[in-house]
T-cell receptor, first 113, second 112 residues
Framework: DQQVKQNSPSLSVQEGRISILNCDYT??????FLWYKKYPAEGPTFLIS?????DKNEDGRFTVFLNKSAKHLSLHIVPSQPGDSAVYFC????????????FGKGITLSVRP | GAGVSQSPSNKVTEKGKDVELRCDPI?????LYWYRQSLGQGLEFLIY????????KSGLPSDRFSAERTGGSVSTLTIQRTQQEDSAVYLC??????????FGPGTRLTVL
């Protein structure tokens, strides 16, 4: 029973264009959402987060949108750069459940020069 | 400052052997988590420490898995009588309570 789903395993975009990474969740108790970026042989690196009381959070080239009614969030990267090529994990947290993170399976983003 | 460190970075062992994986969290972080990532899967929660106690062990897959944390700092994950399905990357994360979790580089465990 996957509570956090990243249905597309991969995405390829041209440098300079927008990358949109999607994530869906089923548990309505999740109150905080995070995106992590992972390079091979390294641990996940925190990228950006959003609280369930917001619908948008922006940090430089990265923006996360949350649609609570649809239980959907997305990460927008614009403009995309070749260094953004990595695996991106969507994670959700139920703060009342010891703040453990529930992760999606990840999506591999490739940014073509 | 220093991030989360884990050792060893790679461990190859034979089926049936015991292994110990170590995590050094960020100094001052009271919360510590262990996750594992099997091939083609997302990260799977194993256990959570708050200080030296483990209020949530719900993710440990079997009684062959155990973990401890001493001095509110270093944590050790022990897998007894390893099986091939234990092969995965084991990741440790630390945080201030309810704040963002920061991950170490992981230990890649291969059970032959």
């Amino acid at each position: 029973d996957q509570q956090v789903k990243q249905n597309s395993p991969s995405l390829s975009v041209q440098e300079g264009r927008i990358s949109i990474l999607n994530c869906d969740y089923t548990n309505s108790m999740f109150d905080y959402f995070l995106w992590y970026k992972k390079y091979p042989a390294e641990g996940p690196t925190f990228l950006i987060s959003i609280s369930s009381i917001k619908d948008k959070n922006e940090d430089g080239r990265f923006t996360v949108f949350l649609n609570k009614s649809a239980k959907h969030l997305s990460l927008h990267i614009v403009p995309s750069q070749p260094g953004d090529s990595a695996v991106y994990f969507c994670a959700a947290r139920d703060t009342g459940a010891n703040s453990k993170l529930t992760f999606g399976k990840g999506i591999t983003l490739s940014v073509r020069p | 400052g220093a991030g989360v460190s884990q050792s060893p970075s790679n461990k190859v062992t034979e089926k049936g052997k015991d292994v110990e994986l170590r995590c050094d969290p960020i100094s001052g972080h009271t919360a510590l988590y262990w996750y594992r990532q099997s091939l083609g899967q997302g990260l799977e929660f194993l256990i959570y420490f708050q200080g030296n106690s483990a209020p949530d062990k719900s993710g440990l897959p079997s009684d062959r898995f155990s973990a401890e944390r001493t001095g509110g700092s270093v944590s050790t994950l022990t897998i007894q009588r390893t099986q091939q399905e234990d092969s995965a990357v084991y990741l440790c994360a630390s945080s201030l309570v309810s704040n963002t979790q920061y991950f170490g580089p992981g230990t890649r465990l291969t059970v032959l």
